[in-house]
């Protein structure tokens, strides 16, 4: 990848993907070690014409999802702000698909890391939320998908990356999405609202913790009736999201309006189709919720 010729660095680009891909779990830590590729990765990314740094990109997802050692190597380099500065700039969607899957990458790896690098209120951390911006209002559906993942992993973060996200321009759009979107890029818009609303997990084992402010407000923006939707469908990992959104919501809400509002968008019929589901664990997490919070005694203090 040293010389500067298209078609050779093309080659190599892809030779050490393949490399990495290959069969030694280590060679994503080696490949990053060997002096002058990180640097040849960070020049072709930022100079080359979209085709070569497409193959270029590629090499970073695939190094970024299997090595922490990689990842942090790359987050001390440049690649960082070249990645966003291709998203910001190019409409290729070839390109735009593994830049936007190496900056999720990277920032689900290593927390301290990522912590350092996306500080808010730096210009960096506010390039990355608005090229995600601009991935969320793409007409391009893998866009939007990957968009999400990548919020979902910031989100997943320090309670100052939920606070991020929660007070950007991303929200509204989220909110939209969470609605109107396809099945696949509603379920990726649920884990990014679900995680802004609780603080990073401590590790009990237990319930998670909330963050009131911001399940109130999502709540009040109607997130609740997409987070139903998601319980119905015949997907257990997006109806397990739904469950557990529901829950924040019977618990958390102010005044123990919880209830009431998943009553009111139907969440109890959502909830009893589960009473005699195959899969254990939500039928539990189901049944559990209507006996603890729709028992014999609810509404009669009304």
């Known amino acids: 990848m040293l010389p500067n010729k298209g078609s050779t660095v093309r080659t190599a680009a892809w030779a050490l993907s393949n490399l990495i891909k290959g069969p030694d779990p280590k060679a994503a830590t080696e490949l990053i070690r060997v002096e002058g590729v990180l640097d040849a990765i960070v020049r072709h990314l930022r100079k080359s014409d979209e085709e070569l ?11 970024s999802a299997l090595s922490n050692f990689a990842i942090s190597m790359l987050m001390k380099s440049d690649v960082l702000p070249v990645l966003v500065e291709r998203l ?3 409409n290729s969607l070839q390109l735009l698909i593994p830049v936007l899957r190496s900056l999720g990458n990277l920032v689900a790896g290593d927390s301290h890391t990522t912590s350092t690098i996306l500080v808010p ?14 991935c969320l209002q793409s007409e391009h559906r893998v866009l939007k998908k990957e968009a999400a993942w990548v919020l979902s992993n910031i989100a997943a973060g320090s309670i100052e990356h939920k606070q991020l996200i929660y007070s950007s321009e991303a929200l509204p759009l989220l909110l939209r999405l969470l609605s109107l979107a396809p099945f696949d890029i509603r379920k990726e818009v649920a884990y990014v609202l679900g995680n802004i609303c609780v603080p990073p997990t401590e590790g009990d084992g237990g319930k998670p913790n909330l963050i009131v ?13 997409g987070f139903i939707d998601l319980v119905r469908s ?3 990992e997006a109806a397990r999201l739904g469950l557990q ?3 924040l ?29 195959e899969n254990e664990d939500l039928r539990n997490m189901a ?16």
């Not at 506010?126 to 995600?132: G, P, Q, R, S």
């Not at 399940?215 to 109607?222: D, E, R, T």
């Not at 603890?292 to 203090?301: H, N, R, S, T």
């Open 53 to 63: 740094a497409t193959e270029v990109a590629w090499v970073v997802v695939y190094l």
């Open 88 to 90: 910001a700039t190019s």
């Open 121 to 134: 209120g730096c210009e960096i951390t506010d390039n990355v939320i608005k090229v995600l911006v601009k």
């Open 213 to 225: 402010e911001h399940l109130v407000s999502l709540v009040q923006k109607g997130c609740l009736s």
């Open 234 to 236: 015949a997907d257990t």
């Open 245 to 247: 959104f529901m829950e």
């Open 249 to 277: 919501v019977l618990r958390g809400m102010p005044n123990g309006e919880g209830p009431k509002l998943v009553e009111r968008e139907d969440g109890i019929d959502a909830m009893e189709r589960f009473q005699f589901h």
């Open 287 to 302: 049944n559990g919720l209507v006996d603890k919070y729709f028992g014999e005694d609810y509404g009669l203090d009304e």
